[in-house]
Nanobody, 129 residues
Framework: QVQLAESGGGWVRPGESLRLSCAAS????????MGWFRQAAGKEREFVAA??????????ADSVKGRFTISRDNAKNAVYVNLEMNNVNVADTGVYYC????????????????????WGQGTQVTVSS
């Protein structure tokens, strides 16, 4: 059974840091790109970051570049994908979703929600003072 489970969300003040984690199991995700998306209230889900199957290539939305870092660990029975969020601001508020790409990471395609086959339930991140 495929399962993606996010954790680490919560409330933080502007300028602080937060680390999100995702555990993906039930399939051979070690061969696929992985991504993080977010959705603010009343808005569409948007791309945040993606990482190649080996972890050597990463892509970021312009709004988070230089502040967020995506990483992954391809363990034996699961793939762990982390999102380190630094210097957060109010615009970073939303539900953050971990997702497994249908295939290898591709620059344009992997920024689209349609590229991802499996999704987690999401974890809420709230940035406010």
């Amino acid at each position: 059974q495929v399962q993606l489970a996010e954790s680490g969300g919560g409330w933080v003040r502007p300028g602080e840091s937060l680390r999100l984690s995702c555990a993906a199991s039930g399939s051979t995700f070690s061969r696929n790109g992985m991504g993080w998306f977010r959705q603010a209230a009343g808005k569409e889900r948007e791309f945040v970051a993606a990482i190649s199957h080996g972890g050597g290539i990463t892509y970021y939305a312009d709004s988070v570049k230089g502040r967020f870092t995506i990483s992954r660990d391809n363990a034996k029975n699961a793939v762990y994908v982390n999102l380190e969020m630094n210097n957060v601001n109010v615009a970073d508020t939303g539900v953050y979703y971990c997702a497994a790409d249908r295939g290898p990471l591709e620059f344009g395609r992997s920024r689209q929600t349609a590229a991802y086959e499996y999704w987690g339930q999401g974890t809420q991140v709230t940035v406010s003072s």
